[in-house]
C-alpha cells in the first residue's frame, strides 16, 4: 500500500468527522468528498480540510474515491445509507462502537469498521496518534486497505470483531461515563462545601496512574477494602435524605467488600 | 518562622509517614524521631530519614520536638495516643481525612490536622508539592506553624474544618474509590473477550481531563445522557447473568438519565 493510493469520502460531519478529517489532513491523506445532512455543517468540514480542495456530495453513484468512512450516529446510519449507491471497488467503513459490521451488508461487499477508541469534542485537539483503532474487514484485501490507512494516522491499530467490540464498549461505558458521573456527584457534595473540585485532581489522576500500572483490583483503596465500618457508617449517615447517592454510595462498597 | 525552628517526630511507620518523612527529607526539614508499633517499621523509616540520624522513641515526655506527626490507622489513634504524654508547648497533629480535630484534645491543647489529599503505596514515589494538604488548627499560632510547613512540602495549602473534611473524604471516595472499582468492573468484562485493560487508557486519561477542565456534568457522554434505548438495552442484554454489574449500570443509567 501507498499513502497516496487513498482517495477518501466522509459521510457525516460530526465531531468524530472532524476529528477524523484533521487527522488525514495532518497525515497529508486525500479526502475527496463529505457529505452531511446539514449543509452547513458540511461546508464547514470542506473549509477545513486541505484548504477546500474536497467537495460536498449528495451522490457518489461515480465517485472516483477508494474508502467511505461514514461517521453518523448510529441510529440515522441504516437511512442515511439508503439514500446512496457506492462504486463496487470501494471500501465501506462504519466508525460505530456499538453497531455491528453487518449494517453494511445491504450496501457494499467490501466492508469494514474503523472505530476510534476515543471521546472526541469540537475545538479540543486530541492526538490521534495515540487514539487505540479498533479494525474489522470483511476480508484480507479490505484488512490490508484498512490497516495501512489505520497505522499512517494511530499507534495503536487492533483488530476487534462486532461480537467483541459490543464488549468494549460496554467496559468503555463503565470505566469512563460511569466514572464522569461519579465525578459529577463527587463535585455535588464538594459545592454544599464550598470546596473546589479541583482539590480532587491530583488524587483521580493518581488513582487512573495506579489502575493502569498494578490493575484496578490490586490498586483499589479505600474503606470500604479496609472493611472500614465506622467510615462507612459516617459516610452513610452524612448521606442520610440523598437517596440517590446513598443508594450508589451502598452498591459500589458492597461490590468492593465483595472482593474478598 | 524559619525552616530550621522545626524539629519534628512521627508517630507511625506506614505509607503516609513513609512519604511525610521522604517530604520532609527533601525539604531539609529535621526529623528527630520516629515511634512505630513495629520495631521493624520504625528502624526502617529511620534508617531511610537523614541517614538515620532520627531515633526510635517509645516516651516523649522529654522530647524537644515541636511537631508531632501522629500518623496512624484510624481505629489505633485513641489507644496508641493513650500511651504517650507530650511535652506541652509542642503541635500535636493528625493526618487522617475523617477523624475530627477533637480526637487530640484529651492530649494536648495545641493541636491541629495535617491532610494530605493523596493516596500512598510503598515504593512509588509521589511528587508531594503537588498535593493538597488540608490543614485545621486549634489556634492562630499553630496556624502559622503548621501553614509555613505546609508551604515547605506542598504547593496547595487550604484551610479545611473538621466538617468540611468529613465531605472532602467522602467525595474522594466517590470520585477515587469507587471510580476505581468501576474500572475493576470494566476489565473483568475486557478479560472474558481476551481485551486488555490498557486498550482504554487513553479513553480514561481523556475522560479525567475533560472532568477538571470543564466540569464532569458538562463532560458527560455515553448512552445514557444521549438517551440512546437502543444501546442500553443492548448493554443490559451483554450483562444477563451477572446481577452485580447489571445492577450498577442501571443504577448509573439512571442516575445519568436524571441530569436531564
Known sequence: MEKSWYNISIIGAGKLAWHLAQALTDAEIKINQVYSRSEASATKLVQRINQGSATIEKDFSFSSSNIFFIALPDDVVPTVLNEFHFPESALLMHTSGTLPISVLESVGKQIGVFYPLQTFSFGKNVDFKKIPICLETSDENCLKQASFLAGLLSNEVHLISSEKRKSLHLAAVFACNFSNRLFALSEDILKKEEIPFHLLSNLVNETVV????IGPEKSQTGPAIRNDIKTIEAHTQLLNGDSEKLEIY???????????
Chains 1, 2 share one sequence.
Not at 210 to 213: M, T
Not at 255 to 260: E, Q
Open 210 to 213: 495506579k489502575a493502569f500500572e
Open 250 to 260: 451502598k452498591l459500589l462498597t458492597n461490590s468492593i467488600r465483595g472482593i474478598k
